[in-house]
């Protein structure tokens, strides 16, 4: 795998994945593009998000949506590295079983979710959820 960033002005920079998608950081405190601990911190949940998508349908439950909502702490002096995160997902659908769900977020946080799995070498990573009847 391969990508480039290229510096476009100010703070701002574009990278280029292998696969041929751009996606813009801006490290600025005005900006309207997130920062790349940001995009660190969504890539997370992206990639564990698309694991619990994954091992619920593969579980047949009946799932209308999926959200995780992130927070992370991060180390007061340079380098600001994140210290700590948390995954709660909220899980929206018809009659989705809990354990179903406790099974697809551990499944993720110990097995698939190369992102976290990477991460969790030096943050404290926790993972929560809910789930929510969908009417």
Known sequence: ?????????????????HSGHNVVFDAGKDSATPSPME????SAGCCSSVDVVSI???????????EVKL???????????????NLHFVVTGEKVAENHVARAVQLSAEKY????????????ITHSFEVVESV
């Open 56 to 66: 619920l349908k593969k579980a047949r439950q009946i799932v209308h949506g999926v």
């Open 71 to 85: 927070s992370a702490e991060r180390a007061e002096n340079a380098p600001r590295v994140f210290t700590k995160m």
């Open 113 to 124: 979710c190369s992102v976290a799995l990477m991460l969790e070498k030096t943050v404290e």
């Open 1 to 17: 795998m391969d990508a480039v960033v290229k510096w476009v002005e100010g703070d701002t920079f574009i990278g280029r994945s």
């Open 39 to 42: 995009m660190v911190l969504m």
